[in-house]
């Protein structure tokens, strides 16, 4: 049934998930940075980060050295993300499910989307009723919906818009960028760490690599070249740059205050599952 219902939704929106094929190759040969939301932001100066163009991922610009970088493009492509009344997984209590009243689509709506006129959005389509009315938005399903592209991706056998950082790194592909700098991107850090920006100090971390995602970034090696900004020394990957010899600048102190503004963080707060 749910495959009957995305074939329809898709068919019905065809025209509008097509929009997107407007960005294809865009960018073709340039770099970018994709800027995440890890808890390394903290220690890094975002305002160095402004060489090349920038792709955001979720939260990002709430970030007070935002305007600094030349973000062009910002991800957010969770599913019903900008509706008031959500039915989520609880983070407290999986698998389970709760009614949860979400403050912060609105916020981004109204602090991000409002403002910044000149980036691009793309979000998930299940969001086009609350943003149907801005011109700044692309939506996605569960593909680009491109026979060229969509089928180099069914050949390496990857998911579209797995979750935010691979959608990340596919969008700069499709945009045409051959070589992205992550950045904030935690999860492809080696140990890998956990947290975001915007929370408390955090001393977690996930000590073995990831390997589904080291995979990941293998099979794309022929289209595009990834590196990876960590805080870390020794790595043995090439793949690895560290930032205080990328930046030239030392660590920030971890301990300072988030950089982001207390509106958006005592709305952020209502998420259960931050530390904050």
Sequence with gaps: MKKIIKKFTQFLFDKKL??????????????????????????????????????????????SEFDYINCKYCLLIQPYFFYSLNYITDP????KKKFWHNKIGKHFKEKI???????????????????KNYKNNYFILNQFN??????FLKE?????WEWSMKAGVLFAIYLG?????LVGCDYADNPVSVGHWYESNLKKKIKSENKDLKLFF??????????????????HDKRFVNYEKYSGLPLKNTDDYPPIGEDTLSILKCWPDYNI
């Design 146 to 151: 491109d026979e060229s592209f969509d089928k």
């Design 218 to 235: 293998d099979s794309l090696s022929d289209i595009i070249d990834i590196k990876i900004i960590t805080k870390q020394n020794n790595q």
């Design 92 to 95: 407290m209590n999986p698998p």
């Design 156 to 160: 390496k056998n990857i998911n579209s």
């Design 177 to 181: 960028y051959k070589k992205i700098f």
């Design 113 to 131: 989307i409002n403002r910044y006129k000149d980036k691009i959005f793309i979000t998930h389509l299940s969001n086009y009723f609350s943003l």
């Design 18 to 63: 097509k929009e997107i094929h407007k960005l294809k190759d865009l960018e073709k040969g340039k770099t970018c940075y994709l800027i995440g939301d890890g808890v390394s932001l903290k220690s890094y100066d975002l305002k160095f980060f402004k060489e090349y163009d920038s792709i955001s991922l979720s939260y990002l610009p709430f970030h």
